[in-house]
């Protein structure tokens, strides 16, 4: 543990976020609702074996953790003009990332269909890919395409090791695939052992690649 905080810098400029003066829009059970989904994130985003995997990867891209000056949760959703809810956004040159969360529609639709739990395995899993993503701009400045493949790859990396342990978890795995509730079924041949690789395709770009 001690070993992890000194070698996991990245932890410490994690901060929760939000734009008080949005917060006055809100009901105050969707104001309750976005504190509690920021706080869970958070917790998400921090947990050691998580930011060990971060430490691992940045090593392993060369990118220097000191250029990442601030990991911001936002506590309120963000959209982009076609209305499409964006999951993170990077400052390059500021060092600067954001994670967004979900809306409260998509949650209560989400929760309707699959349950609370799936929902809080859905919510991290989205954190966590978006994450990744914006970490990796900061070396792969405006390639979008090189971040969306390593963003897939690292990410699966991760859930392959650390959630794809149970057929509960594959079910979350297939879902963050097919991101769209009411849209295409998950496909039924999903392997059930965890050392089978899965092809990651949408699931992963869904996941990991609709910021920016
Ligand atoms: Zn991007």
Known sequence: MLMLEETSPLSSKMRISVDHEKLGNLSQNQVRF??????????????????????????????????????????????????????????????????????????????????????LVYAGNRARAALIHELLHLKYIEDEKTVRELAKDYFCIFTQKHSLQSVHSLFIYKMIFNAKISGKKAPSSVPTDPSIRLKPNETCLRASGIFK
């Open 34 to 119: 976005y504190l509690k989904y920021s706080s869970f994130v958070f917790r998400a985003l921090k947990k050691p074996l998580f930011q060990k995997f971060l430490h691992w990867m940045l090593k392993k891209e060369r990118i220097e953790e000191q250029t990442v000056k601030a990991v911001h949760v936002k506590v309120l959703p963000l959209r982009r003009k076609n209305g499409k809810g964006i999951a993170g956004n990077c400052d390059t040159a500021r060092g600067r990332i954001r994670i967004y969360p979900k809306t409260t529609k998509f949650c209560q639709t989400f929760k309707q269909k699959f349950g609370r739990t799936n929902l």
